[in-house]
């Protein structure tokens, strides 16, 4: 089983700022990354794929790079609706999830 | 627009029985794999069980296998979860997901299981 990690497990931004959430997985997943947002009482959401393509009417602040082992997800000028948990996740080999990066108001 | 229902959750005993099902909409519902993900109360997303658009392909979980099956209806649009002999750790908001080239781009709101006595 593939494990993903990612960190920080919270991260605490001011509005405004820029958010940088990490995730890394025990062997490679090629481009074969997702990340999806969480907001309370709410199913998930899919923000990007491929390890970099925005999902449809993502907004262009959300933006997501990197291949093999390290993915990072960017969020560049945090707005109010940001604040949640996100996911990564692979679906290279078989689908499993991270435990997830909280980003809350500082 | 696409819908995902799930419905047939509840409260149940320990080594019980519940079949949860899944409701689809707004799309060719035998052209995609579907994927049930539960989340524990306070926890994160864990992958439970997958099915490919024509039943040809399954998959589970080590948490779940042997005691959970998945099924679909493609006539009736609908995705299943038969879970046997539940445990007090399979409680948790079960999600069907729609895949498409293996991400999940639109999930239902879950359906409440609780596991116990």
């Known amino acids: 089983e593939i494990v993903m990690t990612q960190s920080p497990a919270t991260l605490s931004v001011s509005p405004g700022e820029r958010a940088t959430l990490s995730c890394r997985a025990s062997?490679?997943?090629?481009?074969?990354l997702a990340w999806y947002q969480q907001k309370p009482g709410q199913a998930p959401r899919l923000l990007i794929y491929?390890?970099?393509t925005r999902a449809t009417g993502i907004p262009a602040r959300f933006s997501g790079s990197g291949s093999g082992t390290e993915f990072t997800l960017t969020i560049s000028s945090l707005q109010s609706e940001d604040f949640a948990v996100y996911y990564c996740?692979?679906?290279?080999?078989?689908?499993?999830f991270g435990q997830g990066t909280k980003v809350e108001i500082k | 627009e696409v819908q995902l229902v799930e419905s047939g959750g509840g409260l149940v005993q320990p080594g019980r029985s519940l079949r949860l099902s899944c409701a689809a909409s707004g799309f060719t519902f035998d052209d995609y794999a579907m994927h049930w993900v539960r989340q524990a109360p306070g926890k994160g997303l864990e992958w439970v069980s997958g099915?490919?658009?024509?039943?040809?392909?399954?998959g589970y979980a080590d948490s779940v296998k042997g005691r959970f099956t998945i099924s679909r209806d493609n006539a009736k649009n609908s995705l299943y979860l038969q879970m046997n002999s539940l445990r007090a750790e399979d409680t948790a908001l079960y999600y069907c997901?729609?895949?498409?080239?293996?991400?999940?781009?639109?999930w239902g709101q879950g359906t409440l299981v609780t596991v116990s006595s």
């Open positions: 099915i490919s658009w024509n039943s040809g392909s399954i």
């Open positions: 997901a729609k895949v498409t080239r293996g991400k999940y781009d639109y």
């Open positions: 491929g390890a970099s």
């Open positions: 062997q490679s997943v090629s481009s074969n």
């Open positions: 996740q692979q679906y290279n080999n078989w689908w499993t």
